[in-house]
């Protein structure tokens, strides 16, 4: 079993951990509603305790957690499904963090599919523990390619084509959900408190 404080994996359906009072206030249309509502009218509903309710407050707890500013908190079931079920590295961390040292990203994340047949992956937020092989392990950090300028060996081809098609595992992220991210990053690289993002290999 793998320990990781870089994965996430979304619950579909809200934990029992997560009270109804937090879900419910998640789902009313406040102030974050309206600043992402990309334009859209925002009703003034009623909120209602009911399951799809609390379903709609924990995609918007969830997408708030992931993006900081996703790009529709109004209609959020299109990024949470996307998103939701799957084995994917924090976006706040790649952003931040692995964009800016792909290359000792890669090594840690070779050395670990290397050594370690594991079964199962701990992550460090949401649900867990969750069945993983170390394939799937490496798909989620296919995002490296791009920033490596090369094509990385993700792994054995017959359990990558798995891990896509059953969606186990994603490392691509909706371009609009990560613009207050990109602009989070953008401002601290200026101000000097993070590296510049690696694009492609140096050389």
């Keep these: 079993m793998r320990l990781s404080r870089s994965f ?16 419910l206030a998640a789902a009313k249309n406040g102030l974050a509603v309206r600043l992402l509502s990309k334009g859209k009218n925002v009703p003034n509903e009623a909120i209602v305790d009911n399951k799809e309710t609390r379903q709609k407050g924990w ?14 908190l109004l209609e959020p079931q299109r990024t949470f499904t996307q998103m939701s079920q799957k084995l994917i590295v924090s976006p706040i961390v790649k952003t931040l963090v692995f964009n800016k040292v792909p290359e000792k990203v890669k090594n840690w ?12 992956i701990i992550p460090a937020h949401f649900a867990a523990p969750v069945s993983a092989s170390p394939s799937d392990f490496k798909a989620a950090f296919a995002f490296l390619n791009d920033l ?6 993700v792994g054995p081809i017959l359990s990558l084509s798995l891990s896509t098609i059953l969606g186990r595992a994603a490392s691509y992220f909706p371009p609009d959900d990560m613009k207050t991210l990109s602009s989070l990053d953008e401002f601290l690289v200026s101000v000097g408190a993070v590296k510049k993002t690696v694009s492609g290999r140096k050389k």
């Design 8 to 23: 996430l994996v979304l619950l579909k359906l809200p934990p029992e951990t997560i009270s109804k009072e937090a879900l």
């Design 59 to 72: 995609e918007r707890m969830v997408l708030q957690i992931l993006f900081l500013g996703p790009s529709d």
């Design 109 to 120: 994340v070779d050395r670990i599919v290397t050594d370690w047949p594991f079964k199962r």
């Design 148 to 153: 490596l300028g090369e094509k990385w060996n």
